[in-house]
């Protein structure tokens, strides 16, 4: 039977099969994905071919059909292990927060980065507008001024007071959409909000970290009354880069994709080679500093939650 993975708790895989109706299934030995080395062979969003188990109904995963994309993480402690967020996707969303925890800049380039070399158009949905002070207002405008001026869409949203959800359900209408971000900034309240009933469980932030409580486990795709899909993930604290070499990572942040054939070398790596006019663009303010330090962080391996 062929079906639709729609949620994965680590051992056992939900299953939409083609029949409507769904299945818990496993996989068998050692299952693994050609040239993916990852603590999760299958993902949620992947298509698969699975049997029946006999007299029982649960099933066994024995083929995973070729993705259209994915969306990947590495840890950054000590493990260095690999896991596919969410697999088939028309786009992805990033929750960001400017407090109760703050998304650091860099964090949002290196999600964006993910989703550019994986061609997933990348959104930015701002939360937590309720808690805006005037100040914070004016750094939410230079945060979203940074994106949008290289393409980049920017959503302003209060998922606690209801602000502008039409607006984020207009744009997950009948797509397959990923919702990341870190554990806090209020993806279970957002999805909540989209789909009244899902009933997601949310938690408070830890007084003494200012950091989120993980409060979805697992990954898991939620049908959306209006049409469409959404795979709510857990909180990631922090996201390694993965599979993309140094000459290629200039290729992955917009701005200087449209500059780099300009440069005197063909080869430049844009850090310190003369005639870069990569580097020129930083000097003069074309490329946000902010945005040549993320690049600068990655290719030299820095794995951070910054």
């Known amino acids: 039977m062929r079906g639709l993975v729609t949620k994965s708790t680590g051992s056992w895989y939900q299953v939409s099969g083609e ?18 080395k990852t603590t999760n062979p299958i993902a949620v969003g992947d ?24 969306i990947i993480r590495k840890s950054v402690n000590l493990s260095k292990q690999t896991q596919i967020i969410g697999a088939n996707l028309d786009q992805a969303i990033l929750v960001v927060t400017l407090a109760s925890p ?26 937590k507008l309720d808690l805006f002070s005037e100040e914070g207002l004016e750094i939410l405008q230079e945060y979203k001024s940074i994106y949008e001026n290289i393409g980049y869409p920017c959503y302003e949203v209060s998922a606690i007071e209801g602000t502008n959800i039409d607006a984020i359900r207009d744009l997950l209408k009948d797509k397959v959409s990923l919702v990341s971000g870190h554990s806090g900034v209020g993806k279970s309240t957002l999805v909540n909000r989209i789909v009244p009933g899902t009933e997601l469980r949310t938690g408070n932030i830890s007084d003494w970290s200012d950091q989120g409580k993980h409060t979805t486990t697992f990954a898991e795709m939620i049908g959306l ?24 990572l200039s ?9 780099m054939n300009k440069c005197k070398f063909n080869n430049c790596r844009h850090l310190n080679e ?9 000097e003069e303010g074309d490329i946000e500093s902010s945005r040549y330090d993320s690049y600068i962080s990655i290719y030299n391996n820095e794995d951070t939650r910054r």
Request: glycine residues 8%; proline residues 7%.
């Open 19 to 36: 029949d409507g109706e769904q299945y818990d299934c496993r996989i068998k030995g050692k299952f693994r994905t050609k040239d993916i």
């Open 47 to 70: 298509w698969v071919h699975f049997d029946l188990e006999p007299d029982q109904a649960s099933g066994v995963i024995n083929v995973l059909e070729p993705r259209k994309n994915y």
């Open 251 to 259: 290729h992955f942040f917009p701005e200087m994709r449209q500059l």
């Open 102 to 127: 703050p998304t650091s800049l860099g964090f949002i380039d290196r999600f964006l980065v993910t989703a550019e070399a994986y061609d997933i158009p990348a959104i930015l949905v701002f939360n």
């Open 274 to 282: 003369p005639g870069c006019v990569v580097l020129e663009a930083v």
């Open 225 to 248: 009354p209006f049409g469409g899909k959404l795979i709510d993930t857990p909180g990631i604290r922090e996201l390694g880069i993965v599979d993309i070499e140094k000459q290629e």
